[in-house]
């Protein structure tokens, strides 16, 4: 089996289980108050559940970029949102609509179109120097800051955080990896890959936290954006620092951007029909207007000025209630049920 096969099969694996930890991640942070801190979600069991799956698909991810060029290994982690949207139908008790099949069909259009230019990559062989490692971070940082500021649609500005520091800790882990597997004499630890496996890890924990909090509004929008943002920031190191290019002249490049134009519309459809299918979620559990309401209304029954009751056993048999002496309404609440329709 060549090295671009076992690449391709890794990333559709690594895709399931990022898309089972995503739905995860969703039912989570819809049962979680906003104001919930880190600490309470380390005590969770389905957070450590979404942590297991989302380190399954990293060393998965890890084992494919061994094999391809991230120009190869990162468009397929798009597949993770068509997992998601049988996943997440499921885990909502609903079926799959017309428009996320059709984003889904586009999305592997557009996938596969884009695998036809990159496919003829070999296994990487270039890696960052230290001083291009630092650099990334430094700048990956700057950005992660700048969509992190409280400001209007922060779920979708940290789904662009959570992609963009995923994308880049994918760039970087390519450079650990290549380097512990050169079997060229060099030495196994340095600091060059001490600083890159640090940089890694806290990208990794970074991107996983940001998507936490971006799946609060929903899992379809943020999702996209994180599946679009992810293989843009790899792809950007890898062609302007790896030295990875993609495969053919014009005609190949015309086919990347057709195929990068249907994923991206794909991606779309699925993420307006997710919302689409969480609005009407709301809207059903939401009461209506006629939905009926508990009311407390006092009813007054007769008494007597003393306080006791009005009634046969008071006044005795063939009594006159008017010869009973003075009586007043003494007030008895009373439990009924209305409704807010309102009255003609």
Do not use: K
């Not at 909502?92 to 695998?115: D, H, I, N, P, Q």
């Not at 599946?227 to 495969?247: F, K």
């Not at 195929?259 to 779309?268: E, F, M, N, P, T």
């Not at 048999?317 to 009586?327: I, N, S, T, V």
């Amino acid at each position: 089996m060549s090295a671009t096969l076992i690449a391709v099969a890794l990333s559709l694996v690594s895709a399931g289980a990022y898309a089972s930890a995503a739905v995860a991640q969703s039912r989570l942070a819809g049962r979680t108050d906003p104001s919930a801190g880190v600490l309470r979600l380390l005590g969770r069991g389905a957070w450590w559940a979404a942590v297991g799956l989302n380190a399954g698909g990293a060393l998965l991810h890890v084992a494919a970029l061994n094999y391809g060029p991230l120009t190869l290994v990162q468009p397929l982690g798009a597949l993770t949102l068509v997992a998601a949207v049988p996943l997440g139908a499921r885990a909502a008790g609903r079926r799959v609509g017309r428009t996320e099949w059709r984003g889904t069909v586009l999305t592997l259009l557009g996938l596969g179109a884009l695998l036809l230019t990159t496919g003829g990559g070999s296994a990487p062989q270039d890696t960052l120097t230290l001083p291009e490692a630092l650099g990334v971070g430094a700048a990956t940082m700057a950005v992660v800051a700048g969509l992190s500021r409280p400001g209007a649609r922060p779920g979708l500005r940290h789904a662009a955080a959570s992609g963009i520091t995923s994308g880049v800790a994918s760039a970087l882990t390519q450079t650990l990896t290549v380097a512990v597997t050169d079997h060229s004499g060099g030495p196994l630890f340095s600091w060059r890959l001490l600083t890159v496996a640090l940089l890694v890890s806290a990208f990794a924990m970074g991107g996983l936290l940001l998507s936490q909090t971006a799946y609060r509004g929903g899992l379809g929008a943020p999702l996209a954006v994180v599946t679009l943002a992810n293989p843009v920031a790899a792809a950007a190191i890898g062609l302007a620092l790896l030295g990875e290019r993609l495969q053919g002249g014009p005609v190949s490049l015309g086919l990347a951007l057709l195929g990068a134009a249907a994923a991206v519309r794909g991606v779309i459809l699925l993420s307006r029909a997710q919302a689409r299918g969480a609005d009407r979620a709301g809207a059903d559990a939401a009461p209506g207007p006629l939905d009926p309401v508990a009311s407390r209304v006092v009813i007054g029954s007769p008494r007597r000025v003393d306080g006791a009751p009005l009634g046969a056993s008071a006044l005795g048999a063939g009594a006159d209630p008017l010869g009973a002496g003075p009586f007043t309404v003494g007030a008895e609440p009373l439990t009924v049920r209305a409704t807010a329709q309102p009255h003609p």
